[in-house]
């Protein structure tokens, strides 16, 4: 059966999800991932650190993935090299639990390095560098959390901010547009969104911190601007990797969000940056 245009139904275009679509299934899976995030968040102890040690797992192995899975790979030991990795932030996260933070980030640049000579090859630097990339991001977030009576306003105040940050972006960058931020790296990321997430996250930072009873509200207002910018990094850092080998998303793991790795690369660089402004800076401003 053919319609007035002459062409056949079978032959029409199947429809394209739109915005709202994707929007939607972006929301559902937000909303089912959240609270148990943000219940172990609560929790603290234990609960926290398996939940975080699940996660550093799925993130770097992800990482590994993207380098040595793709077409444009060049590792010799790819599959070594991945479970060393998942090994390595294990690791990384019982010494925390035992040593503390000093010992722990030293001990993610020295497996990352051991982990990039197992997988040899030209891209064998890539491939180490997954290593202390989530492990140091995990050492903040653990540092965070265990800080002695701001721990919970603290991590909270991180990944809120970050949180508002996408969110702003995502919304500032849809419906405002404009000149790109970095069009070789992420073409779709503009200016307007490292605005609309810096004002959003320095905004969130500053309920937070009220809401905290923390010393210094303008702080925190500045302290979340900042938090959105070197997030924003971290997410290009890790869209530079993706390019680099022809890459889309990290995983399938989390449906209308991509990978693991998609969702917590502006965390993992912004929790360690946060984490060394408070024990330095932080301490002596008093802000928290």
Not at 236 to 264: C, M, Q, T
Request: glycine share 12%; net charge positive; proline share 5%.
């Amino acid at each position: 059966m053919k319609s007035s245009t002459g062409e056949s139904a079978a032959s029409a275009p199947r429809p394209v999800p739109g915005r709202a679509g994707d929007l939607r299934t972006r929301v559902w899976s937000a909303l089912a991932l959240g609270p148990p995030v943000l219940a172990a968040v609560w929790a603290g102890g234990w609960v926290f650190l398996a939940v975080v040690a699940v996660v550093s797992v799925l993130s770097v192995h992800e990482w590994m993935a993207i380098v040595g899975r793709s077409e444009n790979a060049r590792l010799d030991r790819p599959e070594p090299a991945r479970l060393l990795a998942c090994a390595a932030v294990l690791a990384v996260i019982a010494l925390y639990a035992v040593a503390g933070a000093a010992p722990a980030a030293v001990a993610c640049l020295v497996l990352g390095t051991a982990a990039g000579a197992v997988a040899g090859g030209e891209d064998r630097w890539v491939a180490g560098l997954g290593v202390p990339y989530v492990g140091l991001g995990v050492v903040g977030l653990l540092w965070l959390r265990d800080a002695p009576s701001a721990g919970l306003g603290l991590f909270l105040f991180l990944m809120l901010a970050v949180w508002a940050c996408d969110i702003g972006a995502y919304a500032a960058g849809r419906s405002i547009g404009g000149p790109k931020l970095a069009p070789r790296i992420s073409p779709k990321k503009t200016w307007a969104g490292l605005i609309g997430g810096t004002v959003a996250a320095a905004l969130i930072g500053l309920a937070v911190a009220i809401g905290s009873d923390a010393r210094s509200a303008v702080a925190a207002l500045l302290l979340g601007g900042l938090v959105a910018v070197v997030s924003q990094g971290g997410d290009l850092f890790e869209s530079a990797l993706k390019r680099r080998y022809n890459v889309k998303d990290s995983s399938r793991l989390i449906p209308g969000h991509g990978g693991l790795l998609d969702r917590i690369d502006g965390l993992l660089v912004a929790a360690p940056v946060l984490a060394l402004f408070h024990a330095t800076l932080g301490a002596q401003l008093a802000w928290w």
